[in-house]
């Protein structure tokens, strides 16, 4: 992209950077030229943006000592180890034990010791100037800690306020009122290079149009798309065959991924599609719950607890007949079978017999290898199956999948060629195709609503398929 307009210039201000318009470029363009003796100081709002940037930046070559990339929370979070009586937090909530209870307890403290300034100095010898990522997804204490580090250093933020979906929790900053408020508004950016990359000019430009319709409130018209985008019509009648069948949909390029997107939450039906859709893996939440829940769940001592390992077996893999495993356990560890016994059916009686990390890990192998098998949830399966391989006699099965969890949460994830999930999951990640199997049942604000279609049409880069009643969106 063009490099006429420099982060690097701006004292104080916001960018405002539909989805594909070449914003992390801007910010790795700017760190690939920062020359100044400290690096800068760049924030982002999720761990998975934390791992984009990197990603970014590395295949960039930018050179580390130029930038300093974190969390705003994470970054709080070693501010506060860094001077832990000054902020008068508790010790307690510095191992983030309970993550609900210790992270507002965090942002207080925070905002205590920045209030007090008493390391505006430190701040100002150790950073060049602030960069902050994915501004529209920051909260009110996030806002004020961005506004406090701008008093002292100059800084730039970027965002799009139509792609705001982060805010379940609670109300977010006004974009107009409170954000450019404080950081007035020094460009907007208007080229979509996601789209003019892949060749898809007229559906990048339909795109921005159909931005700018959402975010006035009004509805596009589906009849006005580039043949790049196909509208299914759901009667009410045959819908779930439809979207199935939308599911199935091809990318125009040989290995290109499909990105399949349904409300948020919908999960049965995720994880229905995923298993139905051949190829097709679902896309985790970060806090991997599954994984946790079964954990201690299990002991992983004799006997094993084989009614929940099949549980767990049933929820991310296909052929899992959990009745018909358990009778024949039963019935061959009894010497009353007739057929000879299958391999995952030794294994579950071996688990259920010893109960421990190896003999669970070789059930789920079996499980995986047995005919008709297929991993549709692989994200849930490997963590589980890397936490059993590092529990031992001082680590607990428990404590493991926590770790690994908190591990992948910095790594992020890699895109599989076929992906589904919602926009909330989705979002920050590009596909060749992006398919919206209900365009209208995202959420049942309709702003809200218009917001979650926004960040689904933008994150095919060669077609959209899209799944409605009607022709009319938002």
């Not at 000019?201 to 159909?210: S, V, Y």
């Not at 893996?281 to 719950?289: G, I, M, N």
Request: charged letters at 25%; one cysteine or more; a neutral charge.
């Amino acid at each position: 992209m063009s490099d006429d307009f420099d982060l690097l210039q701006v004292t104080k201000g916001a960018v405002e950077a539909p989805a594909g318009c070449g914003k992390t470029e801007l910010i790795v363009s700017a760190l690939r030229r920062h020359s100044a003796p400290k690096p800068v100081l760049v924030l982002t709002h999720t761990n998975a943006g934390v791992a984009a940037l990197r990603h970014r930046l590395s295949r960039h070559r930018v050179p580390h000592d130029r930038y300093r990339l974190s969390t705003i929370d994470g970054w709080a979070l070693r501010i506060l180890k860094t001077f832990p009586a000054r902020s008068g937090i508790a010790p307690a909530h510095l191992d983030l034990e309970d993550a609900r209870r210790d992270y507002p307890a965090i942002k207080a403290a925070i905002a205590r010791l920045l209030a007090g300034r008493h390391i505006d100095e430190v701040l100002f010898a150790s950073f060049s100037r602030v960069i902050v990522d994915e501004y529209q997804d920051c909260d009110p204490d996030q806002h004020a800690v961005v506004c406090h580090l701008a008093s002292i250093l100059p800084t730039v933020v970027l965002g799009d306020p139509m792609q705001e979906i982060f805010n379940w929790r609670g109300h977010h900053p006004d974009w107009d009122d409170d954000v450019v408020g404080n950081f007035p508004l020094v460009a907007e950016l208007t080229r979509p290079w996601r789209w003019e990359n892949a060749g898809a000019h007229e559906l990048g430009a339909w795109l921005l149009e159909a931005r700018r319709t959402l975010k006035a409130g009004a509805r596009i018209d589906l009849r006005t798309a580039p043949p790049d985008v196909s509208w299914i019509h759901l009667d009410g009648v045959t819908d779930h065959e439809k979207q199935r069948l939308a599911c199935l949909t091809r990318s125009p390029r040989a290995g290109g991924e499909v990105l399949i997107m349904t409300g948020g939450i919908q999960k049965d039906l995720q994880r229905k599609l995923a298993k139905q859709t051949p190829g097709a893996v679902t896309v985790e939440a970060v806090d991997l719950t599954e994984v946790t829940d079964f954990a201690r769940e299990v002991d992983l001592v004799a006997p094993g607890n084989l009614e929940a390992a099949l549980d767990f077996a049933f929820a991310v893999m296909t052929g899992v007949d959990r009745k018909g495993i358990a009778a024949r356990a039963a019935t061959i560890a009894a010497a009353r079978h007739r057929a000879p016994p299958e391999a995952h059916e030794l294994a579950a009686i071996r688990y259920r017999e010893v109960g421990d990390a190896a003999s669970l890990i070789a059930l789920f192998d079996a499980l995986e290898a047995a005919q008709g098998a297929r991993t549709f949830r692989p994200e849930i399966l490997r963590t589980c199956i890397k936490a059993l391989r590092s529990s031992g006699p001082d680590v607990s099965f428990l404590e493991a999948a926590k770790r690994i969890r908190e591990q992948q949460r910095v790594l992020g994830r890699l895109l599989p060629t076929k992906a589904v999930g919602s926009p909330l999951l989705l979002k920050g990640l590009e596909g060749d195709v992006a398919v919206i199997l209900d365009a209208s049942d995202f959420d049942r604000d309709a702003a809200k609503n218009r917001k979650n279609l926004y960040v689904a049409l933008t994150r095919g880069s060669r077609k959209l398929v899209v799944c409605s009643p009607t022709h009319l969106l938002g």
